[in-house]
C-alpha cells in the first residue's frame, strides 16, 4: 500500500473541478494506493521539462501529474485538462 502526499496546487486545482470529476478522482486515487501502475489508470512516465514525473488518467479529459517521494510515497503535483496540464 502506498502512501499520497497531496501537493498545493494540486489541492488548489482538485477544488475547482466539477463533482462528476471529483468522484473519478477519488476512485482513481483509491486505485493509485494499491498500484500506482494498474492499467485502469494509464499511467506513464513524462519527458521534457516534466521529466522523473509521472501521469494517469481521470476520464479522457483530465490528468494527474505526480511523482515518487520514496519508494512507497506519492505526491501528487497538479490536476487538470490534458490540454493545459503538461504547460
Avoid at 500500500?1 to 477544488?15: C, E, W
Avoid at 462528476?20 to 494499491?34: F, P, Q, V, W
Avoid at 485502469?40 to 511523482?67: A, C, D
Wanted: aromatic letters at 12%; a positive charge.
Amino acid at each position: 500500500m502506498f502512501q499520497i502526499v497531496f501537493g498545493r496546487k494540486f489541492l488548489r486545482a482538485a477544488k475547482k473541478l466539477d463533482s462528476e470529476t471529483k468522484s473519478k478522482l477519488k476512485n482513481c486515487l483509491d486505485i493509485l494506493l494499491k498500484d500506482p501502475f494498474h492499467p485502469l489508470l494509464h499511467t506513464k512516465p513524462l519527458t521534457g521539462e516534466l521529466s522523473g514525473k509521472y501521469s494517469f488518467r481521470i476520464g479522457r479529459e483530465y490528468r494527474v501529474i505526480f511523482n515518487f517521494l520514496s519508494e512507497k510515497t506519492i505526491q501528487l503535483i497538479d490536476v487538470g485538462n490534458r490540454r493545459d496540464i503538461y504547460k
